[in-house]
């Protein structure tokens, strides 16, 4: 196919963002939808992707703020015919990660012209890293990218004609996109105000019907708030008045996650950095290459409210983002962060298309043939693929699946089981309540979140009445009670690796060695597997890995029929920094001479690896263990030195070694005097 316009146009051409394009879009959206039909996971996942599920499954209400509007059409495709009912929501972030797709090509239309680099840009955007990896999965990302896609074609449309008609779709289909992820959308309000700043006495006198129309757009939350009291799965319960309403859509329940104490001006930089570099990393070298040039040449070609607007999509959704959230700076974190800036990937893949045209235009100065540029555009989109590919093939991932299994088909019959993290709550819920696995066992979550049988409300209920309730409730059971993450308020309990059971005064804390238990076969098996690319997947694995180390190391150092095997075992547990502290602790927790040389070796292993830490708490661990060790050693000079350590590297109230250091220095005051 040979383009007759030219390469790169000064302006746009107002026939070109979707008439003639209806083939070109029809063949993207079938291409690009079917590479994440068969790449996506056919089963639950990790992270917000069960609850996601279960949500959309019941017709409920997700997580704050809502997500009305993806919980509604994720609904839709969980009634289709075929596959799980996972693999059907899963086709909803598939869907609209096609139609973002498409209207990058048909925006890359109107600012580039050339059909051959349009097409390209919107193919390297399919096949970007982050983006792709939330098209496969339910996940409300890919819409709010096609939202924000779809503001800016009506926005530059509106911005070159005016007119009534194009600002009232304008404005509800704004208030539509507030219905999906109100504040990735508000990071990028100031762009689509820039783009139609030229037009702001026409908005201005507008303003009267425009802004109802807007808020019409924003009915998905009337239903929200409605059907919370109607329906089974809601998470925080029924929304009744105004107040959980507010702390609902406000979100009002994360400041502790969106600001943690700990946090800094130095964590903000370092995010502001890893956005940038996230940036780079989402296409191969050859893309990045071209968007550089994109951003270069295009600054001379296009209007400046569409450069502008560009540019403030991109820092609002990188280096802004940064400032306004206060996260640690660690991997858990980064493995949050990286799917918030995916406006400005789609940003960047509009330079890529740029940058191409350049290309192109150069090639076309230098008599190279026609072929010449469709080549380059197959090898940009083909190498981003290829880099790409590796940790976006799921559809075999089983991986949430197998640990839910495990979990539910270990417990012992009409078990009552409590949940705590989504990564309990997401899979367990999804193969208890969609698939029917275990149905004699009831889950309850102690939080109150997610499932319908929740024994207080979430929002009105504080901490100490829960506590009370929960009590009362394990009291009161006929039926073995278990819990994912152990009470704070549990003083006797049986840990089964995956789970406690909660035991009457007096009996302990207990670690079971799993004699004959098909868990301890399940932890060999996911001790074998490869490291995963996926970042949440390759965490929890490690992490469980870690939380099995106290029961490998009872049975390799205590006394097993067999010995070698779990030594062998303990030896691959411990390789990583998680499973080193483990080991730590556990040794710690001995308190015996006989233990000391291993466990400064393993410490000082421990150091070396420091860097594989997921958290800045986990590093803090470390330096803790080592200070409360040389306590026991009668070293106060050394406890002393590691208790700073573990300030510095983590300087959050919740870091015990404040008041154990405070303890240490008073102790040392007395025995001065």
């Known amino acids: 196919m040979v383009d007759d316009l030219p390469l790169v146009a000064a302006k746009p051409q107002r026939s070109t963002w979707f008439p003639g394009r209806r083939t070109d879009s029809v063949l993207l959206f079938a291409l690009t939808f079917a590479l994440y039909l068969l790449t996506m996971p056919k089963t639950v996942g990790l992270e917000d992707d069960g609850a996601f599920t279960l949500a959309a499954w019941a017709n409920g209400v997700a997580h704050p703020p809502g997500y009305p509007l993806f919980t509604l059409v994720g609904h839709l495709f969980s009634l289709l015919p075929w596959g799980t009912v996972a693999a059907r929501v899963h086709a909803a972030s598939a869907f609209f990660g096609a139609v973002g797709v498409v209207l990058l090509y048909l925006l890359a239309c109107r600012l580039t012209i050339a059909r051959w680099a349009a097409l390209a840009s919107a193919g390297v955007l399919a096949c970007s890293s982050v983006y792709w990896s939330q098209a496969i999965v339910a996940e409300v990302y890919t819409l709010n990218v096609a939202f924000f896609l779809l503001l800016f074609l009506l926005g530059d449309d509106f911005r070159e004609r005016g007119g009534r008609r194009r600002l009232a779709l304008l404005a509800f289909c704004y208030g539509l996109s507030l219905a999906n992820h109100w504040p990735l959308i508000g990071l990028s309000t100031p762009a689509l105000l820039w783009l139609v700043a030229p037009r702001w006495r026409e908005i201005l006198r507008a303003s009267w019907w425009a802004v109802p129309l807007a808020v019409l757009g924003l009915a998905p939350y009337l239903w929200m708030y409605w059907n919370s009291q109607r329906v089974a799965i809601t998470f925080l319960g029924p929304l009744e008045g105004w ?68 540019v403030l999509g991109l820092l609002g959704n990188t280096v802004v983002l940064a400032m306004l959230l206060g996260f640690e700076d660690d991997p858990l974190y980064h493995s949050v962060f990286r799917v918030y800036p995916l406006v400005a990937f789609s940003l960047a893949a509009l330079w890529i298309g740029g940058g191409l045209c350049w290309l192109g235009e150069r090639l076309r100065r230098w008599r190279v043939a026609a072929w010449g540029r469709y080549a380059l555009a197959v090898l940009v989109v083909l190498a981003t693929f290829v880099v790409n590919a590796p940790e976006n093939f799921r559809q075999g991932d089983q991986w949430a699946e197998a640990y839910a299994r495990a979990l539910l088909e270990s417990l012992p019959e009409n078990a009552v089981l409590f949940l705590s993290a989504d990564t309990d709550s997401g899979p367990v819920g999804y193969l208890r309540l969609i698939e029917g696995v275990r149905p004699d066992v009831t889950l309850y979550q102690m939080d109150g979140n997610l499932f319908p049988n929740r024994l207080f409300h979430p929002i009105t209920t504080n901490q100490t009445e829960r506590d009370r ?36 005064a007096g009996f302990g804390k207990r670690i079971n060695h799993l004699q004959g238990s098909p868990l301890y076969d399940y932890f060999e098996r996911i001790l074998s597997l490869p490291e995963s690319r996926d970042p949440w997947t390759d965490m929890h694995r490690r992490l469980l890995i870690a939380d099995m180390v106290p029961v490998v190391a009872g049975r390799a150092f205590l006394g097993t029929r067999e010995p070698e ?30 233990w000391w040389g291993l466990f400064e070796r393993e410490a000082r292993a421990a150091e070396a690896r420091l860097g594989e830490a997921f958290t800045k708490r986990q590093r803090a661990a470390l330096a803790l263990l ?26 959050a109230p919740a870091n015990e070694a404040y008041r154990e250091y405070r303890e240490l220095m008073e102790t040392g005051k007395r025995g001065g005097e």
Not at 246 to 263: F, K, L, T, W
Not at 576 to 585: D, I, N, V
Not at 635 to 640: H, N, S, T, V
Request: net charge positive; proline share 6%; no cysteine.
């Open 243 to 310: 107040r959980p309403l507010r702390y609902y859509v406000s979100r009002e329940g994360y400041a502790g996650i969106d600001h943690q104490p700990a946090a800094g001006w130095s964590d903000k930089l370092a995010y502001a950095g890893f956005s940038l570099r996230l940036l780079a990393e989402q296409f191969s070298w050859v893309a990045s290459a071209a968007a550089l040039i994109g951003v270069v040449t295009w600054r001379r070609l296009l209007p400046p409210a569409v450069m502008g607007a560009m």
């Open 626 to 651: 080592r200070a409360r060790y040389y306590r026991l050693r009668k070293q106060p000079e050394q406890a002393r030195a590691y208790y700073l350590r573990a300030m510095e590297r983590w300087p």
């Open 469 to 504: 309730i929960v009590q009362q409730f394990v009291a009161d059971a006929d039926r073995p009670v278990f819990f994912a993450e152990v009470p704070q308020w549990g003083e006797d309990w049986e840990r089964y690796w995956l789970y406690s059971r909660l035991m009457p």
């Open 565 to 594: 095997r779990d030594r062998r075992n303990l030896a691959l547990a411990t390789r990583r920094f998680e499973g080193k502290l483990a080991l730590l602790e556990w040794l710690l927790v001995r308190d015996n001479e006989r």
